[in-house]
């Protein structure tokens, strides 16, 4: 993580003002899950306050849940995200497919509102970042490398959240996304690997970017909701050519004995060759 996001405290110097300052940071999504702070001294030096205010501070942002102090370890940012939906409400979710069809549902109309306000409202850093992170997609995607594919598929939906500049949805649609990095509403392997699904994602994807890019929230909204709707019949797709498979596989087990008994049977009626 780069050191110089946490600015000199000009003014009272009082761990009210650091706490305000790291708060920001977080809400903003600047400083994400897992980022580690630098150690007190270096944090002190650039916030310009002493070690015991800094650490006043640090103890009110532990104490709020936003942060993680490891003995030894160093101070990290505590997981918010997660807390949005607790382990038992994800199962649950997970068990019933009602809740992938809304969560489908949910995500074509915000990510659509999502897109457009990015079109409206992304800086140039913001398109860097993009620009970035879609040429990573297209690599991985030249590398046939499933993984690191779906990794930056959800890298590059959480940036768009980023270039929206709306506190809400970015948080809201980071919670969203964790559900589907960790796999609770559907298997993406199954979507990725239906024919011609990788390259009509892909696709997709520079579509949302150059309409991002292009300042055009109009096409951005579009073409965001048009994604989530290939998504959700790939989806659907998947798991029928799936139940195909499995019953075709049953099938073969269950008729193997009887086939192979025919085929023995079939032999034996053969009459001896002349000698």
């Given at each position: 993580m780069t050191?110089?996001?946490?600015?000199?405290?000009?003014h009272?110097?009082?761990?009210?003002?650091?706490?305000?300052?790291?708060?920001?940071?977080v809400l903003?999504?600047?400083?994400?899950?897992?980022?580690?702070?630098p150690g007190e001294?270096?944090?002190?030096?650039?916030?310009?306050?002493?070690?015991?205010?800094?650490?006043?501070?640090?103890?009110?942002l532990e104490?709020?849940?936003?942060?993680?102090?490891?003995?030894?370890?160093?101070?990290?940012?505590?997981?918010?995200?997660?807390?949005v939906?607790t382990?038992?409400?994800?199962?649950?979710?997970?068990?019933?497919?009602?809740a992938?069809?809304?969560?489908l549902?949910?995500r074509?109309?915000?990510?659509?509102v999502?897109?457009?306000?990015?079109?409206r409202r992304a800086?140039?850093?913001?398109?860097?970042?993009?620009?970035?992170?879609i040429?990573?997609m297209?690599?991985?995607?030249?590398?046939?490398?499933?993984?690191?594919?779906?990794?930056?598929?959800?890298?590059?939906?959480?940036?768009?959240?980023?270039c929206?500049?709306?506190?809400?949805?970015l948080h809201?649609?980071r919670?969203c996304?964790?559900?589907?990095a960790?796999?609770?509403?559907?298997n993406?392997?199954?979507?990725?690997?239906?024919?011609?699904?990788?390259?009509?994602?892909?696709?997709?994807?520079?579509?949302?970017?150059?309409?991002?890019?292009?300042?055009?929230?109009?096409?951005?909204r579009?073409?965001?909701?048009?994604?989530?709707?290939?998504v959700?019949?790939?989806?659907?797709?998947?798991?029928?050519s799936?139940?195909w498979?499995?019953?075709?596989?049953l099938?073969l087990?269950?008729?193997?004995?009887d086939?192979?008994?025919?085929?023995?049977?079939?032999?034996?009626?053969?009459?001896?060759?002349?000698?």
């Amino acid at each position: 993580m780069t050191t110089d996001i946490f600015a000199r405290i000009e003014h009272s110097r009082t761990a009210d003002e650091v706490v305000h300052q790291i708060e920001i940071l977080v809400l903003e999504g600047i400083l994400r899950v897992g980022d580690r702070l630098p150690g007190e001294r270096e944090l002190a030096k650039q916030f310009h306050v002493s070690r015991p205010i800094l650490r006043e501070a640090l103890k009110v942002l532990e104490s709020r849940g936003l942060l993680n102090t490891q003995h030894g370890g160093g101070t990290f940012v505590a997981d918010v995200i997660g807390q949005v939906f607790t382990r038992p409400v994800m199962e649950l979710i997970g068990r019933h497919q009602k809740a992938t069809l809304d969560y489908l549902e949910y995500r074509r109309e915000v990510e659509g509102v999502t897109v457009e306000f990015a079109a409206r409202r992304a800086t140039e850093a913001d398109k860097a970042l993009l620009t970035r992170i879609i040429g990573a997609m297209k690599a991985a995607h030249q590398k046939d490398d499933f993984e690191e594919e779906a990794t930056i598929d959800v890298e590059f939906h959480s940036a768009i959240g980023e270039c929206a500049h709306n506190i809400i949805l970015l948080h809201t649609l980071r919670s969203c996304y964790r559900l589907l990095a960790e796999g609770v509403f559907y298997n993406r392997a199954m979507v990725y690997n239906l024919p011609g699904a990788r390259e009509k994602l892909l696709e997709q994807h520079v579509a949302i970017y150059d309409a991002v890019m292009a300042g055009n929230p109009d096409s951005g909204r579009r073409a965001a909701q048009a994604h989530i709707d290939f998504v959700a019949r790939a989806m659907m797709d998947a798991e029928r050519s799936g139940d195909w498979e499995r019953v075709s596989q049953l099938r073969l087990q269950q008729r193997a004995p009887d086939l192979s008994g025919a085929s023995t049977k079939a032999r034996m009626k053969q009459p001896e060759a002349a000698d």
